[in-house]
């Protein structure tokens, strides 16, 4: 018998009733040592659209697809790894419109990844790093995934 005439199992029909997280918004929470420094970077430099503060006073971004990025106040507890990457069309444009605004891009030269004028090439992938005023690991990449570099 199929779950009220939708020609979906049982188990389906209630999978399909429950709540996802699949569809959902992320807000991205990074720490930060200076919230103020950090509101000028992401504001000014990225062009992020400032969303205003949360309940702690932590300043908060809207980003695509309707995730927003918040910025706690957490001295000391910068992420070593990527924190976030932005997908875009043209990894070159985009980083050459950063370093005009002073944005200072990472070079890596490890085993299977190496940087040349600051981007990482697989396939049809490209990437580049960046760091926050915190030390926070950013990143730009094109193509199908994500760059797991830290």
């Known amino acids: 018998m ?7 199992t049982p188990l389906v029909a209630q ?3 429950t709540m996802t997280l699949a569809n959902r918004p992320v807000t991205s929470m990074l720490p930060v040592d200076d919230t103020d420094r950090a509101k000028e970077f992401y ?19 809207d980003l695509g697809g309707g ?9 000391g507890q910068q992420h070593q790894h990527t924190a976030l990457s932005f997908k875009v069309e043209d990894v070159a444009a985009e980083l050459a419109e950063l370093e005009g605004r ?13 940087t040349v004028d600051h981007i990482a090439s697989t396939g049809d ?12 690991v950013l990143c730009l990449h094109s193509g199908r995934g994500l760059s797991p570099v830290s």
Do not use: C
């Open 2 to 8: 199929d779950g009220e005439g939708t020609g979906a």
């Open 43 to 61: 504001s000014t430099v990225l062009g992020l659209p400032y969303a205003g503060a949360d309940l702690e006073g932590s300043p908060v971004y």
């Open 15 to 17: 999978m399909e009733a």
């Open 125 to 136: 992938e490209q990437a580049a790093w960046f760091l926050d005023p915190d030390g926070n």
């Open 67 to 75: 995730g927003q990025l918040a910025l706690l106040l957490r001295p």
């Open 102 to 114: 002073g944005v200072r891009f990472e070079d890596y030269d490890l085993p299977g990844l190496t």
